[in-house]
Nanobody, 115 residues
Framework: QVQLVESGGGLVQPGGSLRLSCVWH????????VGWYRQAPGKQREFVAD???????NYVDSVKGRFTISKDIAKNTVYLQMNSLEPEDTAVYYC?????????WGQGTQVTVSS
């Protein structure tokens, strides 16, 4: 059974940084795509960033230049480096991987940006 576990969330002041990590277990096959989504209170879950097996990265406009997605396949881990955080970035962040065309999700980690 494929499982994803996120970590690295927390409370940070505006302008600060956090690095989220997501480790996946239960598969020996590398994912086609790894990504991050977020859901703020009262809003729908939205795409943040993804990275495909060819190395192409995509970001939602609101995080371009501030967030960076990366992965370490040897460690089965995907990262989201978040810099210059803003209160609008407050949300539960979820990682997602695609394996053989099927998405798998983590349980989410809370990120709160507040002074």
């Amino acid at each position: 059974q494929v499982q994803l576990v996120e970590s690295g969330g927390g409370l940070v002041q505006p302008g600060g940084s956090l690095r989220l990590s997501c480790v996946w277990h239960g598969t020996i096959i590398g994912p086609d795509t790894v990504g991050w989504y977020r859901q703020a209170p009262g809003k729908q879950r939205e795409f943040v960033a993804d990275l495909n097996s060819g190395g192409q990265k995509n970001y939602v406009d609101s995080v371009k230049g501030r967030f960076t997605i990366s992965k370490d396949i040897a460690k089965n881990t995907v990262y989201l480096q978040m810099n210059s955080l803003e209160p609008e970035d407050t949300a539960v962040y979820y990682c997602q991987i695609y394996l053989l065309g099927r998405p798998y999700w983590g349980q989410g980690t809370q990120v709160t940006v507040s002074s």
